[in-house]
């Protein structure tokens, strides 16, 4: 079923009616063989209704019109003309800016392709005039743009933690634990901060040692009198409406006091107020952001109707607890298992964009992992890092397609590949740092909203009381993992179960 979905996307069949005709066919298929109850697909309209009126996915929306007013409105325009001054004048500083005004961009936005569009018609043209390697200039663009699929508020995560959400209270009820805690947006936004941070950090350390290696890469440029008079002014306006911006939006969902949604009408409103100040709020203006909202919505909420039909059939034929014995059984236990399912993601990311691996994978994947013991919050910015990945990877990665498009007579595609290079190695860097280092992730999530999930691998030993053992052998078939003696369990109810 999975293969058949993949290959129709790559011959050229839209990808939602894709998913839904396929996931049609092979119930049909299972029908006939006596494997799939067709009175599953009754649950298909309630499904789609829980999709239209789900408050949470109403921020998406919102925080695309957000995004695209932004962009209209000229801000990334003016921060990285005034970063690129106030940082110019230092080797490597036009590639230090674009970075900072990547994430800044990111945190305002979270449009991948709107970034990388923006930031390769303002900056590729500077950074070329200034002598900057064709490779270093691409490589700098392109990891930057991408940004917004990890640093919040981005779409993706939205959809990321919705599904997570979904995800971890199937895998607790299977794990005994009928009262799991709810995993919000915000909670995965604080998870990918740190992150996100990681990945900003790495690009700029490799800036600055190529300013050191390799100074003709990158050389400094000059500012006229009159321009660095007039710096300080410039950086304050440039710098304080996505600053406040951010942290109306982020430090609201952050702190509690708005949900994701309220949070985006006021990112959306004052994306408004300030395209107004800007004197670029004219009819065509706003009919051009309402038309690409529109357009962007409708694809990505059309591919997850489509998502839904699939992960339904799925189920139904069974494949999830194929998947479970499958992952279950790869040595290394819950690392192996997280370990393969990253392996996939990224190399389906080079032919599926973001939101079709999003909606296709990690409602299948996501309930046996958590099965396994791994934490929602630390999957879903695992997930989140290795699409960025995706992103940048040649020969197919969107970023490179997007620089390419709006740099045809500047750059040539091996100019392009040759620089993304050392950031997808950069971003392998920062996602192997959190691979090892679970906490990255969850630290910042269990400070600001507590810690919603916790299980542990129960061993059997010597000194279990017979009352225990009763209660395990009651739910072996749903706790058993490699080992006949081990089993996961919530340690919140155990005791409760037993007693």
Excluded: H
């Excluded at 590729?124 to 392109?142: H, N």
């Excluded at 959306?268 to 357009?295: D, F, Q, W």
Aim: glycine share 10%; hydrophobic share 50%.
């Amino acid at each position: 079923m999975f293969p058949a979905a993949i290959i129709s996307v790559l011959i050229g069949y839209p990808v939602a009616f894709t998913l839904a005709g396929i996931s049609i066919i092979f119930a049909c298929i299972g029908y006939f063989f006596g494997v799939f109850d067709p009175s599953l697909l009754t649950a298909l309209p309630v499904r789609y209704f829980g999709i239209m009126t789900n408050e949470v996915l109403v921020a998406v929306p919102l925080f695309v019109f957000m995004g695209v007013m932004l962009e209209r409105s000229k801000i990334s325009e003016e921060l990285l003309t005034t970063m690129s001054e106030l940082l110019g004048g230092i080797r490597g500083g036009l590639g230090i800016s674009v970075i900072i005004v990547g994430a800044l961009i990111a945190a305002s936005t979270g449009i991948v392709g709107a970034t990388v569009v923006t930031m390769g018609l303002l900056s590729l043209p500077v950074m070329t005039k200034a002598g900057y390697s064709p490779s270093l200039s691409s490589g700098t663009i392109c990891a930057s743009g991408t940004l917004g699929q990890i640093i919040p508020p981005s779409t993706v995560l939205i959809f990321m933690a919705e599904i997570l959400q979904g995800a971890n209270q199937k895998a607790q009820l299977e794990m005994g634990n009928f009262s799991p805690e709810p995993l919000s947006v915000g909670q995965l936004f604080a998870g990918a901060m740190i992150p996100g941070l990681i990945l900003v950090g790495l690009y700029i350390t490799w800036v600055i040692t190529l300013a050191i290696i390799k100074p003709e890469t990158c050389p400094p440029i000059k500012l006229s009198t009159q321009q660095k008079k007039q710096l300080p002014r410039k950086v304050v306006f440039a710098l304080f409406p996505p600053l406040l911006l951010i942290i109306l939006v982020l430090g609201s969902i952050l702190t509690g006091f708005a949900t994701p949604t309220e949070s985006a009408s006021v990112g959306a409103i004052g994306a408004t107020a300030l395209a107004g100040i800007k004197k670029k709020l004219s009819y065509k203006n706003l009919k051009e952001v309402m038309r690409s909202t529109l357009l962007i919505n409708s694809m990505v909420f059309i591919i997850l109707l489509g998502a839904s039909v699939f992960s339904l059939v799925f189920r139904g034929l069974n494949g999830e607890e194929v998947v479970y014995n499958l992952l279950s059984n790869v040595p290394g236990g819950k690392e192996g298992a997280l370990l393969v399912v990253m392996l996939a993601v990224f190399f389906l990311g080079f032919f599926l964009d973001t939101f079709e691996i999003i909606f296709i994978t990690v409602p299948i994947a996501a309930p046996v992992l958590i099965r396994l013991g791994v934490d929602p919050i630390y999957l879903g910015v695992l997930i989140g890092m290795n699409l960025q990945t995706s992103f940048l990877t040649p020969p197919f990665g969107f970023s490179l397609f997007y620089l390419r498009g709006v740099a045809n007579k500047i750059l040539k595609t091996i100019d392009i590949y040759r620089g993304v290079l050392p950031f997808v190695a950069l971003q392998l860097i920062g996602i192997l740092i959190v691979f090892n280092f679970p906490s990255i992730a969850t630290w910042l999530p269990d400070i600001l909203f507590g810690n919603s999930f916790d299980s542990s691998i129960i061993t059997i030993d010597e000194n279990i009381t017979a009352n225990e053992k009763e209660v395990l052998d009651n739910f072996n078939n749903l706790f058993k993992t490699n080992s006949p003696k081990e089993f996961i369990f919530p340690l919140d109810n155990f005791e409760s179960l037993v007693d």
